[in-house]
């Protein structure tokens, strides 16, 4: 960088350099325009004046962290419960109707249909998307609710028992008890018994096996798992058993999966919805499940 006279001035633009030069590049000396600068400094203004009328800064007090809550008192928080209120209270006559009508009927009804898919769709993503996906895709472990593969049933009343009371949940006297056991880990089978199961259940699946081996787990099976999964493998919805014979899997249906299943027992738990959400709720988030495209 080198010095050039302060006021020489570009023979280009006509206008006054800083004097600055980048390898022959001088630095012109234009100024912002005057209405750039006046906006920027009516921002500044602006922003102290909302500083003090606004809840903006954050202090430490006595109770903890909280926050200037400026000169007109505004609330966001406050804004949003007022118009949550009022949605609930516009929705109260429908709300009171679902609730008080089973699924079914409220599906024959075009007005309180709507009222409850929109109801329903909001207590999903509240309470069920963290653990079934905000699709209700599923994950490892948790249940897809949009195909028609169900656990312990898929129509109305088998969705809404589900979601009132649960799944393994102990503060529920009428939740849905079932569990896989743990038949390695309490001593049930051998590992080699474990193995030749999994075999069989590769063979139910129609997946590569060794058939030598499946014919050993064939037995094994029968003697140990047809109480709920079915001689034929196809489970039992009764016990929340799955199906072994299709291709959709919880906890993954290679070899490796299936042995740790066999081993270590499932026992995924559900929470039981009917004692921390209303009977309308209730009955809007069994009809959003069941319009999913898996309902039966």
Known sequence: MS???????????????????WDGIRELNNPLPKWWLYTFYACIIWSFAYWVVMPTWPYL???????????????????????LGSIAEGRADEMQQIATLAPEDVAGNAALMEVALAAGKA??????????GSGAQGSWGFPNLNDDVWLWGGTLEDIRYTAT???????DDNT???????????GILARGEIADVAEFVLALSRQPNDAEAAARGADIFGEQCVTCHGADGQGNRELGAPNLT??????????ASI????????????????????AGTINALT?????LGGGE
């Open 3 to 21: 010095e050039s006279p302060k006021n020489d001035r570009d023979d280009v633009t006509g206008v006054e350099t800083t004097g600055h030069e």
């Open 61 to 83: 007090s006595t109770e903890g962290w909280t926050y200037t809550k400026g000169v007109i008192g505004y609330d966001q928080r406050e804004v949003v419960t007022r118009e």
């Open 123 to 132: 207590a999903f993503g509240d309470n069920c998307a963290p653990c079934h």
């Open 165 to 171: 009371h649960g799944i393994r949940w102990e503060a």
């Open 176 to 186: 849905r008890q079932n569990v896989m056991m743990a038949y390695g880990r309490d």
């Open 246 to 255: 299709d291709a959709v899997w919880l906890y993954g249906g290679d070899r």
């Open 259 to 278: 042995i740790e299943t066999v081993s270590n027992g499932r026992s995924g738990v559900m929470p039981a919805w009917g004692g921390r959400l209303d």
């Open 287 to 291: 009809l959003y499940v069941h319009s």
